[in-house]
């Protein structure tokens, strides 16, 4: 049964570095791309990046160098971090796993995590 | 970057009617096009990949098509368990993927 949770700490100060944790089951990182996905009030859902199978990332560059993606594979998780943040990131965090066969869909997606930047 | 530009903003359908909402793309995204619906404070969930193609599970009263720029979602037959809010999803060019700004379809 696959599923994905989201991990993280609702309440992060601006300019602070925000950590999320997918942890996944059912299934292995190392056949699928792995996908956040945020939804703020202010743009509605965005595509962050992605980790392929083989380890490699991309990002939208409207982060610019503010965000990374990391995985640890023997303990089935995924990581985001992000700096700098700002208010506007306020919003809800998702992890999401691609369809088998095609990269850029999501099939399956976490519950997703809360997080509100303020002071 | 794609820009996806998606219509209606809002939609308010009566229980049984036929429904489509639009994705417009920036240029061509060569069916490369997911749709999503997304309930009330829980996950999007995959509708239509490539296009026209019906995730396992999903209702067969949704369906999806389009080529080039222009594609739609079409629901033959609202039912209650429809309403929410539905997004589409270019896969053709990256980074980034881009999603559209969402349609909110409510029961008359």
């Known amino acids: 049964q696959v599923q994905l949770k989201e991990t993280g700490p609702g309440l992060v100060q601006p300019t602070q570095t925000l950590s999320i944790t997918c942890t996944v089951s059912?299934?292995?990182?190392?056949?699928?791309?792995m996908q956040w996905v945020r939804q703020t009030p202010g743009k509605g859902l965005e595509w962050m990046g992605f980790?392929?199978?083989?380890?490699?990332?991309e990002y939208n560059s409207e982060f610019k160098s503010r965000l990374s993606i990391s995985r640890d594979t023997s303990k089935n998780q995924v990581f985001l971090k992000m700096n700098s943040l700002k208010t506007e990131d306020t919003g809800v965090y998702y992890c999401?796993?691609?369809?088998?066969?095609?990269?850029?869909?999501?099939?399956?997606w976490g519950q997703g995590v809360m997080v509100t930047v303020s002071s | 970057d794609i820009q996806m530009t998606q219509s209606p903003a809002s939609l308010s359908a009566s229980l049984g009617e036929t429904i489509s909402i639009e994705c417009r793309a920036s240029e061509d995204i060569y069916s490369n096009l997911a749709w999503y619906q997304q309930k009330s404070g829980k996950s999007p969930q995959l509708l239509i990949y490539a296009a026209n193609r019906l995730q396992d599970g999903v209702p067969s009263r949704f369906s999806g098509s389009g080529s080039g720029t222009q594609y739609s979602l079409k629901i033959s037959g609202m039912q209650p368990e429809d309403e929410g809010d539905y997004f589409c999803l270019q896969g053709s060019k990256f980074p980034p993927l881009t999603f559209g700004s969402g349609t909110k379809l409510e029961i008359k």
């Open positions: 999401a796993r691609s369809l088998p066969g095609y990269n850029y869909y999501f099939d399956y």
């Open positions: 059912g299934f292995s990182l190392t056949s699928y791309y």
């Open positions: 980790i392929r199978s083989g380890g490699s990332t």
